[in-house]
């Protein structure tokens, strides 16, 4: 009795030691798990027992033959788990389901998913390397980046991902850890690895920190060789082993001992770390007071396979303290060797049960004792879903650091006086995507020759040079370094001309600039990937912020830490939908619209862009320029803008001259047009015109009073073929008008009778006259104008009139055969009558550009009359033209801008808030936002080519359909 009762109190006591001690592979309802552990311990034979000690690797992109060589270890040998390496996510799923099935006590399965699984198989997902995420502060984005990790290991039946590197790299010679580290300060990398870890845990996956006792400042690869840590025993405690102290108080999972040569902590010569007792029983287990589970490294490695034969190492491995050895030479004879120091009582029975205790607590912390087979539906899909690209870009974001900024050259300014020269270096010498965004905000040429004699002489024509070094993204041992050709060039060309580094590879390459001294700005990308390469970009032109720091020294300039925070100037950024409250899944609907509008004969082609909060979040191009399908439209594909010259031409100057006061809304015309004194459009205000509430006729067609007798062709009276001194009016091609018919145009709008009744009547007459006023007040063209005042500042350098002038015809959307009146293609000229007999300059019509740069001019109106760092109007000016005077007369307008419809018909869905405000175009264009939902959407078309008899586009409401899933897409 007095037996049965002290034995019942020694189980108590134990299990309470048990729960109130610090234990990683300890779950909630440990007496559950307790009880598992031990009945399956007990149900198990001695070759079972030591089976469990065995993690074997294998290759699911490996033949029949070599894969089923496991199913022969999991029969005959009884082995625990298995560590996968390359392959496919399929295939390792049905060999995981295979070997599963054969396994009497279910598997634990590892991989080296240290940056996702793309770390082995093809198919999956690459996040970025620990370097970069060392430059990240925000520690929550690491526990992030865990747990995103741990969501996929555990969709593929992982149960412990090795990972993550604890590794001080303070080497930057180190050929094996490197971009594998979170950096050389012990407590950012400590910091990280313990956000990293604790992600993983949040998913239910098993960490491990390597490789114990720290394999950062090493120049050997354990792979090849046994690397030394020649350093003293107060070196290695305050620097190798603080992560891992750091980290076993906060529960990491396991510790895998590297292969290392460690003589103030292990006094045999080139005695391997992972087959020491001193280090891993007495240091490890003892003196630090590790529960969790000990992995070797893989004992395949030449640090400690050349140590000794398979077999012998394996149990020397276990006798030091390990409890899994990883990817053994020979497991039967390794599993033989550790038997017989059994039977020969060299391990104790309290040993063995020790280790494999420990290894089948883990199994039931994840789920093993209630084992589920992986579920090979969309596991693909599963394993690729937009949230990884969702998080690689918020990582991107919070990692990009600049480290140097003379002048404060970042971000860049003063676009109107900026000639920006692109220069690639290293292995993507091709259009990158770097280059690719950096067009997207102001005109960047890439510069190119073969000697660099040649390339300074074209860079003379530049102001600012940028140069992007771009190294293999492939995996973090790529190389990284500058050859001495590349040096050289990058040598000359910063003493030459101000410059801007990009360096897409890990920081290290920075070491092999001998003196940066005249680099103005450096700025790490750290990744050669798609999305690094854009958020460098971004950051690069103000779109985004600098946030990151370094997180190793760069030499004596560049310490660990440095940071430059640049600013933020408010231009459009460029990211997933997801980023700023949108569903891509809903989003994407419009392209089955915009799709059947091409598909359909609605127009030859599409071009849209939709941003919230700053950030465009789709731009997508369909169909080709004519229905011959012969030039497909792109990014760089201009249009004829129509109607929207109105607010991105005329209006905006209108705006800055009331603003300074030289007009006001209720300015009238005699006022600024003295010809008007006397007639009945003296005393009509701005506000009334622009509000379309001031009688005038619709538009006047100029062009009909110019045609022969027989209205079959122009007169001979107005116009000629060739230009001379009195016909110089470039109409269209070969095609020029008497340039003195131009007043009788505005003579022939001020005589105009007035409609009788005062309503809303939409006219395009009020743009001509202020089209006079502005060009009269300034003695200079609208087309000089708004270069000078808007465009160049903003970097929209696709937006403007003439394009013949700066593109060539074919990067013109056609917008009409005309067989009325040019009789030719309209190609390159403006498609409106009126702004043609202005020279395609004209104040309601004229303006030609890309979708992304009449998002720039929207995005500023949205901002209140900010863009890019310049402050272009008061939040009251835009407040002021964004106001419906006339509402109560049912005028829907605003002052120039188009608002939403007061009734059911109108220019939108009638789903967008009431200060929203745009405008359409006739040849099928439309322009939108809306302050509410801080959205900017943006459609351009040629619908009216090859004739303009074509309403489809409008009859179907193709443009407001495709707004109303827009809005639909919200989520909040």
Not at 425 to 445: A, H, I, P, R
Not at 461 to 479: D, E, F
Not at 548 to 560: D, I, M, T
């Amino acid at each position: 009795m007095k037996v049965k009762l002290f034995s019942y109190l020694f189980f108590i006591v134990s299990l309470g030691i048990f729960a109130q001690e610090s234990h990683p592979l300890k779950t909630e309802d440990f007496r559950v798990q307790k009880a598992w552990v031990d009945s399956t311990y007990q149900a198990m034979n001695l070759d079972q027992k030591i089976g469990q000690l065995f993690m074997v690797d294998i290759f699911s992109s490996k033949s029949k033959a070599e894969t089923d060589k496991i199913k022969d270890l999991i029969r005959e040998n009884y082995i625990g788990g298995i560590i996968f390496s390359k392959g496919g996510p399929m295939r390792q799923a049905k060999l995981n389901n295979e070997y599963q099935e054969l396994a009497n006590v279910p598997l634990l399965i590892g991989m080296d998913a240290e940056w996702g699984l793309a770390m082995r198989l093809d198919s999956t997902y690459a996040f970025p390397w620990n370097m970069t995420l060392g430059a990240i502060e925000d520690n929550r984005l690491i526990k992030k980046t865990g747990a995103q990790i741990a969501k996929h290991c555990k969709r593929l039946g992982v149960h412990i991902n090795f990972a993550p590197v604890a590794d001080v790299n303070n080497n930057p010679d180190n050929p094996i850890i490197g971009n594998r580290s979170f950096g050389e300060n012990k407590i950012n990398v400590t910091e990280k690895a313990i956000a990293f870890m604790q992600g993983m845990h949040s998913e239910g996956v098993l960490s491990s920190a390597k490789h114990f006792p720290g394999h950062g400042d090493t120049d050997v690869d354990s792979h090849k060789s046994l690397p030394s840590l020649d350093f003293s025993k107060e070196r290695l405690d305050s620097l190798e082993l603080y992560p891992f102290k750091r980290m076993i108080a906060e529960d990491v999972s396991s510790i895998m001992i590297g292969h290392l040569n460690v003589p103030a902590l292990e006094s045999r010569v080139n005695f391997p770390s992972s087959l020491s007792k001193a280090i891993v029983t007495d240091l490890l287990q003892e003196k630090l007071n590790y529960k969790g589970l000990v992995f070797t490294d893989a004992l395949n490695m030449r640090g400690v396979a050349d140590y000794d034969e398979p077999g012998e190492i394996d149990l020397a491995a276990f006798q030091a303290g390990n409890d899994i050895l990883l990817i053994s030479e020979d497991v039967p004879k390794a599993a033989e060797k550790i038997k017989q120091a059994y039977l020969a009582k060299e391990i104790s029975e309290e040993r063995l049960a020790k280790s494999v205790k420990k290894i089948l607590s883990a199994k039931y912390k994840v789920g093993l004792n209630n084992y589920q087979p992986i579920d090979t539906n969309y596991l693909i899909e599963d394993l690729n879903s937009l949230h990884n690209d969702l998080l690689y870009e918020e990582l991107m974001e919070n990692a990009i650091t600049v480290i140097k900024n003379n002048k404060g050259v970042l971000p860049v300014r003063d676009l109107q006086k900026q000639k920006v020269a692109y220069v690639s270096l290293g292995d993507s010498l091709t259009e990158t995507s770097f280059l690719q965004q950096l067009k997207k905000y102001t005109k960047v040429d890439h510069v190119k020759a073969e000697h660099l004699n040649d390339l300074l002489t074209k860079l003379e024509a530049y102001n600012l040079v940028i140069v992007g070094y771009h190294k293999s993204n492939s995996s973090p041992w790529s190389s990284y370094q500058f050859s001495d050709n590349e040096l050289v060039w990058l040598h000359e060309i910063a003493r030459k001309n101000t410059t801007i580094l990009s360096v897409f590879a890990r920081p290290y390459a920075v070491l092999d600039i001998k003196s940066t001294t005249n680099l103005d700005g450096i700025v790490l990308g750290y990744q050669n990937s798609e999305i690094a390469q854009e958020k460098t970009a971004q950051v690069i032109f103000g779109a985004l912020p600098a946030i990151g720091k370094l997180p190793v020294s760069l030499g004596e300039n560049f310490p660990a830490g440095t940071k430059f925070t640049t600013q933020n100037l408010n231009r459009l950024a460029y990211g997933m939908p997801e980023s700023v409250g949108i569903n891509s899944a809903k989003l994407h609907k419009i392209d089955s619209l915009a799709q059947l509008a091409v598909d359909k004969e609605m127009t030859p082609g599409v071009q849209m862009l939709v941003a919230r909060r700053g950030k465009v979040i789709y731009q997508k191009n369909f169909g080709y320029h004519t229905y011959e399908n012969e030039l497909p439209v792109t990014d760089s594909t201009i249009y004829d803008l129509a109607s929207l010259t109105k607010i991105m031409a005329t209006l905006p100057l209108v705006m800055e001259l009331e603003e300074i006061e030289k007009i006001g809304l209720d300015t009238k015309l005699k006022e600024i047009l003295p010809e008007t004194k006397g007639t009945n459009k003296a005393n009509i205000t701005l506000k009334e015109m622009l509000s379309h509430y001031a009688r005038l006729k619709a538009w006047i067609p100029f062009y009909t009073e110019t045609l022969a007798e027989d209205r079959t062709h122009a007169s001979a009276k107005y116009y000629r073929s060739e230009a001379s001194h009195l016909f110089n009016v470039p109409v269209s091609e070969k095609f020029y008008m008497r340039k003195d018919y131009q007043d009788s145009i505005y003579q022939e709008i001020i005589d105009s009778d007035l409609r009788t009744k005062k309503e809303y009547k939409y006219s395009d007459l009020p743009y001509y006259l202020l089209k006079r006023f502005i060009e009269y007040y300034y003695e200079r063209p609208l087309s000089e104008l708004t270069q000078q005042h808007f465009y160049e500042h903003l970097g929209a350098n696709y937006l403007g009139y003439l394009p013949t002038e700066k593109f060539p015809l074919d990067q013109i959307a056609p917008t009409e055969v005309d067989d009325y009146w040019r009789f030719n293609k309209i190609q390159g000229t403006v498609h409106d009558q009126g702004a043609a007999m202005f020279g395609g300059v004209g104040g309601h019509a004229g303006i030609f550009s890309n979708a992304n740069d009449v998002a720039k001019m929207m995005q500023m109106y949205l901002n209140k009359g900010r863009y890019g760092g310049v402050k272009y109007f008061k939040p009251e000016t835009i407040d002021k033209f964004n106001t419906c005077y006339y509402c109560d007369k049912e005028v829907r307008r605003g002052v120039g801008f188009d608002k939403p419809q007061l009734d059911e018909v109108g220019p939108t869905c009638g789903c967008v808030s009431m200060t929203s405000f745009g405008h359409s175009g006739f040849t099928g264009t439309f322009a939108w936002a809306d302050p509410e939902e801080e959205i900017v959407y943006i459609f351009l078309s040629n619908r009216t080519f090859p004739f303009a008899s074509n309403r489809k586009l409008i009859s179907e409401d193709i443009r407001t359909k495709i707004q109303e899933l827009i809005y639909e897409s919200i989520m909040y």
